[in-house]
C-alpha cells in the first residue's frame, strides 16, 4: 500500500486536497458571510465554517509530532495539511473586507454580489503580483512562502468568484420568480445573458477561470506536453483584463480597481524591464560551454565544484572544469539570453525507477516527441531545486521501444542526486539531447573498453552492438562484489573478454585492487574507449600514448 502512495504521492495529495477544501467551498456557499464575521452560532453553515477551521488547526499542529519514515511523503503530505490550513484562516480578512464593503450598505442584499467580486478580483490582482516579486527575492525559505501564498490567494480568489456566481444566479432566480414568471428560469438565465454585456463578459472570464482551474495539475502537464500547457496558461492574462471589462460594462469601474490594476501592471513592467535591461546592456552572467552547451550562470553557480554563490566566470579558477564535459573554462563563450530559456526541453515521463545497488540507480523514461536516438549519446537532464535550474548529463544504457534507460550514481553530496533520489513513477523530467563524438568506431580493429561504476553506461550500450573482432577486452572495476550490478547484461555478450576488479574486497572470482594495463599486450591497431573521472581518463591516456598505442576514444564524467 506505502509503495503505490509513494508512486502517486502527487495525485493522492491533490485529490486529498480538493476532497478537504469541499465541506469549506460547501459551508460558504450558504452562508451568509455577515454571520461569520458577527460569530453568529446559531446559523448552521457558520458553525460549520468555524468547526473546520478547529479542526485543521489541530491536525497542523499534532502533524509536527507525527514521525513518518518517508521523508518525501512526510513533506508533501504537512504541504498540503498547511495549505488548506491557511486557506481557512485566511477566509477571516477575507470576512472582514466584506464586512467593509456592505458597512454603509447592509440594508441593499445585491451589495453582497458586488463585495465577492471585489474580494475575488483582490486575490486575482496579488496573485499576478507575486510572480513579478519572485524575480527580484533571493532568500530561498522567503521564495517558498511566496510561492505557497501564491497557490493560497489562488484558491481564495476561486471560493469567491465562485459565491459571486452562485449569488448572483440566486438573485436573478428570486427577480425572474417575482417579475417574469411566465417563462422558465433557465430561459430567463439564458436570455439575460446574451443581451446584458456585463453578464457575457462575466461568463467568458468565469469560462476561462474554470478552464485555468482544471488543467493546473500535473496531469494536465502530461496530457497537453509542456509547451500547450504554458500557452493554455497564459489565459489567465486575458482573463484578468476581462474581469475589468465585466466591471466596467457594470458601471463600478471605480478607483479599487483602478488601483489594483495599476498595481499589478506596474509590478509586472518593473519585472519584465529589470531583465529587458540587463539583456540589452550586452553584459551577461552567463557562459556556455562550446562542447556540451552547459551553462555556468553566476547567479547559479557551482556548487558540486566548490564554486561559491555569485562568483564572477573570471574569478573562477584557471584549473576548474566544465562539469559535464571538463573542458577548461577556455571553451567557455559569454551566452546572452535574450529569452530567459537555454533550448527547446522537452518534457517525459517517468516509467521505472529502481535501485541495482545502494550506490547506483536505474532511471527509464518514455519518449513523448519524435527525436531520433543514436547509440552512445547522453542526455542532459533539467533538474531544479531552491527554485533554481541546473543540467546534469547521463549516458543512454539502452533505447528500446521509445523508452531510454540511464544508469545514475548516487552520491548525497552530489546536487543532482539530492533531487533524482526522490524521484518518483509517473513524475515529468525536462530532457534535451546532446550529440557527443564518443562512438564506437565501424570497423574490425580489435576494441578495449575501460569503465568504472555508471560510466560503464555507454560502454554497455557499445558491447551490446555487433563486436566483429575476436579479442576485445572489457575492463571494470568497482569496489566490492556487492556494486556488481551489470553482470547479467554482459554475460551473453559473444567476443568479449571481461576484467572485473574489486578495489576493496578480496575474492577468488576477480581480480583485486585497480586496473592495471601494463600487464596486457595489445595489438597496436586496438581502439581503446575510455569512460570514466577526468583524471584516470588522463593518466590512462597517457599510459597508452606513451606505448604508442594511437586509436585512444575517451569521454570524462564527473
Known sequence: MLKIIQKNLNLILNIFFWLLIFPLLYSLTFVNIENIFQFNFSNFY????????????????????????????????????????????FLIPSFFVNHYFLLEHLSESNLYLRSYWRIAFLYFALTLMISPILSFVKNTKVRDNLIL????????????????????????????????????????????????????????????????????????????????WKSLQSLVYPAFLLTLIHVAFSSRFDSYYIFLFVLVI???????????????????????????????????????????????????????????????????????????????????????????????????????????VLRWQYAILLLKDFDWEFSRAYSIVESKNQILTFWIKAKDIWRGWRLLKNIKIGDSIKIKW??????????????????????????????????????????????????????????????????????????????????????FDFDKETEFYICWNPWVVNSSKEYLINAWYKNIYSEKFN
Do not use: G
Not at 427577480?175 to 453578464?199: G, P, T
Not at 566548490?306 to 573554462?329: G, H, N, Q, S, Y
Not at 555487433?466 to 547479467?488: M, P
Not at 567476443?495 to 581480480?511: A, C, D, M, V
Open 46 to 89: 457558520t458553525v460549520v465554517y468555524f468547526l473546520y477551521l478547529f479542526i485543521w488547526t489541530s491536525i497542523l499542529i499534532l502533524s509536527r509530532f507525527i514521525k513518518i519514515n518517508n521523508n518525501n511523503l512526510r513533506e508533501e503530505t504537512i504541504y498540503t495539511i498547511t495549505s488548506i490550513f491557511f486557506i481557512s484562516i
Open 266 to 372: 506596474t509590478f509586472r513592467t518593473i519585472s519584465y524591464l529589470s531583465k529587458s535591461s540587463d539583456q540589452n546592456k550586452w553584459i551577461t552572467t552567463k557562459y556556455i560551454c562550446i562542447p556540451c552547451w552547459y551553462i555556468y550562470d553566476e547567479n547559479v553557480w557551482d556548487p558540486d565544484s566548490w564554486i561559491e554563490p555569485w562568483t564572477l566566470f573570471e574569478d573562477i579558477p584557471d584549473d576548474w572544469a566544465c562539469p559535464i564535459c571538463w573542458v577548461t573554462k577556455t571553451d567557455f563563450e559569454p551566452y546572452y539570453d535574450n529569452n530567459n530559456t537555454i533550448f527547446w526541453w522537452y518534457l517525459w515521463e517517468v516509467v521505472n525507477v529502481n535501485m541495482l545497488t545502494e550506490d547506483v540507480l536505474e532511471l527509464s523514461i518514455k519518449l513523448d516527441s519524435d527525436i531520433k
Open 149 to 228: 501564498s501564491r497557490k493560497i490567494l489562488w484558491v481564495l480568489s476561486f471560493i469567491f468568484f465562485l459565491k459571486h456566481w452562485l449569488e448572483y444566479f440566486a438573485s436573478e432566480y428570486i427577480f425572474q420568480v417575482k417579475y417574469h414568471n411566465d417563462i422558465s428560469y433557465f430561459q430567463y438565465s439564458y436570455e439575460n445573458m446574451l443581451i446584458r454585456y456585463d453578464a457575457l463578459s462575466w461568463f467568458v472570464v468565469w469560462i476561462m477561470m474554470l478552464l485555468l482551474w482544471i488543467t493546473s495539475n500535473k496531469i494536465s502537464i502530461k496530457l497537453f506536453s509542456w509547451k500547450r
Open 434 to 519: 546532446i550529440y557527443w563524438d564518443f562512438v564506437l568506431q565501424n570497423t574490425i580493429q580489435p576494441k578495449v573498453f575501460i569503465a568504472t561504476w555508471t560510466w560503464l553506461a555507454p560502454i554497455i550500450n557499445m558491447i551490446s552492438w555487433w563486436l566483429q573482432w575476436e579479442e576485445n577486452h572489457l575492463f571494470f572495476s568497482v569496489q566490492a562484489r556487492k556494486d556488481l550490478f551489470f553482470l547479467d547484461r554482459i554475460s551473453n555478450i559473444q567476443n568479449l573478454n571481461k576484467h572485473i576488479y574489486l578495489s576493496r574486497e578480496e575474492t577468488e572470482e576477480y581480480n583485486y585492487w585497480r586496473i592495471d594495463l601494463t600487464k
